[in-house]
């Protein structure tokens, strides 16, 4: 049973920074490409970075110059970096990976920025 589970969300001030951590682990024998997603009340889920196994990555308009997205393969877990969090950022953040061909989601973190 393949699991994703996060961790590292929570409530910052605007312009704070908050790093969020997803963690694989299971049977695993391959992860692709592995990404951060994030879905604010009564709006879709949103791409907020993605990594590719190769080491390329994108990024949302929105959060560019903000974020950085990185991964340690050697612990299957991929890392979000925010800083200069705003208002809008607020959402429950969730990560995604493609392990063993298959897509798995973790259960989310809530991000909250407000003063």
């Known amino acids: 049973q393949v699991q994703l589970v996060e961790s590292g969300g929570g409530l910052v001030q605007p312009g704070g920074s908050l790093r969020l951590s997803c963690a694989a682990s299971?049977?695993?024998?391959?992860?692709?490409?592995m990404a951060w997603y994030r879905q604010a009340p009564g709006k879709e889920r949103e791409l907020v970075a993605e990594i590719f196994s190769g080491g390329r990555i994108n990024y949302a308009d929105s959060v560019k110059g903000r974020f950085t997205i990185s991964r340690d393969n050697t612990k299957n877990t991929v890392y979000l970096h925010m800083n200069s969090l705003k208002p809008e950022d607020t959402a429950v953040y969730y990560c995604?990976?493609?392990?063993?061909?298959?897509?798995?989601w973790g259960q989310g973190t809530q991000v909250t920025v407000s003063s």
């Open positions: 299971g049977r695993i024998f391959s992860i692709g490409i």
């Open positions: 995604n990976a493609l392990i063993n061909r298959d897509s798995y």
